[in-house]
């Protein structure tokens, strides 16, 4: 599979305070990719670098051979990554409709954006029958389905999604994944940030293990699952 | 005076109170700026209007629509250029910044316009209903007003522009990640706060006589009606606007007008004690 993102030595932080240590990482095309790692580790760093919100101090990030390190947040957008920020973080005071209409604003082809609207309307229903509430009114998960669909609603190449799980009961979780997994299924390429290490090897088939902002380890899921250090640190066992 | 000849005369003038009002309100909302020029841009709109009409015969109604774009630009400009710079600092840095620029325009204007009091006087007659007398100019500068106002609503809820406007209002970084230049929006807003408050300026020029002096009045009304109706809402700045035109035409009659102004700033007073959200109180948005 073609390569679509590929980033390398890259290096970030707040102010005096450095917190990515020169990562490498890369994303094929159609995967779903996990980033796991423990609190504090960098993860939400690295895709708020991804995404411009964070300039990035050094090394380079190619999207589909394009180098965006320098780009803004819009720019990113534009390029076809879109990402789901931790916390959900959606739009107090507007309704779920606007807040997915929000996703698609960078957008004008009008007849397009309301297919897109049918497509995450079938694959969340929730989100249909509460499609005229207060966003921020709705439960935890149907919140992070809001979430999701107002990502793909900029309809990306690569969508990030930094805490997938984080306060969600089981049940929620599995539905969730089901819904990625159908995302996934109709070719879009996944970089998911999962505390859950369970969650997070259950759905990708590659992950990184970040710890103090760098990359620990890095390889196919099932690998990494029976890797003793690995159990030993992050799956309890 | 009967009851209903000073309801319908506060009632007036709280329309225009709303649409003097509401961009100041916009602006505090989105910005989180207060915005020390508003008062001036009234003034602004007023003096255009009334020289546009005497010098060279043009109505009023064909000068609201120019004067609200001019004013657009006007605002987006010194957005862009100067308060973008410090949106981001303590809401006292973006007070002074504006207070600083309130002083430049206000003197400029003095100068070349003067302080005397400039009205347009259309001589349209008045009409009678129930009794009570309304001049039509007035009639119309309140249709006006509350059509404006409206158009704010409706393109703040219902726009695309309108929805990034309330998203960056609410989370500036999420907004960024839709793919909304932040600063841009900053911009468009205080634009518009300034193209309201032009065009409520074009509608008091052809209601009451107005002059330079008038700025600091203005703002202070501006601030008053944001604070009985709920900041940073267009509902609020209408009940807002409403609530302060009833007061001060009742209170004018009654004690009579100059202790209008007086009574306006106590209502606001006690209100910030009992209920500082607000009549209409934050629901965040618009
Ligand atoms: N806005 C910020 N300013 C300063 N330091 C921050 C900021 N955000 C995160 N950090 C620090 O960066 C480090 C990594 O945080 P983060 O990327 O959120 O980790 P993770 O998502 O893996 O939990 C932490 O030590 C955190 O305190
Ligand atoms: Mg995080």
Redesign the interface.
Known sequence: MPELLRIAGLTAGYGDVQVLWGIDLDVREGEIVAIVGSNGAGKTTLLRTISGLVGARAGSILFEGREISKAGPDEVLAAGIAHVPEGRRLFKGLSVKDNLLLGAYLRRDKAEIQNDLDYVFDLFPRLKERHSQDATTMSGGEQQMCAIARGIMSRPRLLMIDELSLGLAPALIERLSEGLKAINGNGLTILLVEQDVMTAFELASRAFVVETGRIAKAGETVVLADDPAIRQAYLGV | MDFAQILANGVVLGALYACLAVGFSLVWGVLNVINMLHGSFIILGGYLTYFAWQMFGIHPLIMLPIVAAFLFVVGYALQAIFINKVVTAPVLVTLTLTFGLDMILYNLMTVYFSATPRQVTLGLGSIQLFGVYLPVVRLLGMALALLLTGLLYVTLRGS?IG??I??VR??R?????????VNRIYAITFGIGALMAGAAGALFAMVFPITTNLSGVFLGKAFVVCVIGGLGSVPGALVGGLALGIIESFSGVLLGPQHALTVGFLVMLLLLIVRPTGLVGV????
């Open positions: 695309r929805r990034a309330v998203a609410m989370d970084s999420a907004a960024a990640l839709m793919g909304i230049r629901k965040g948005y618009e």
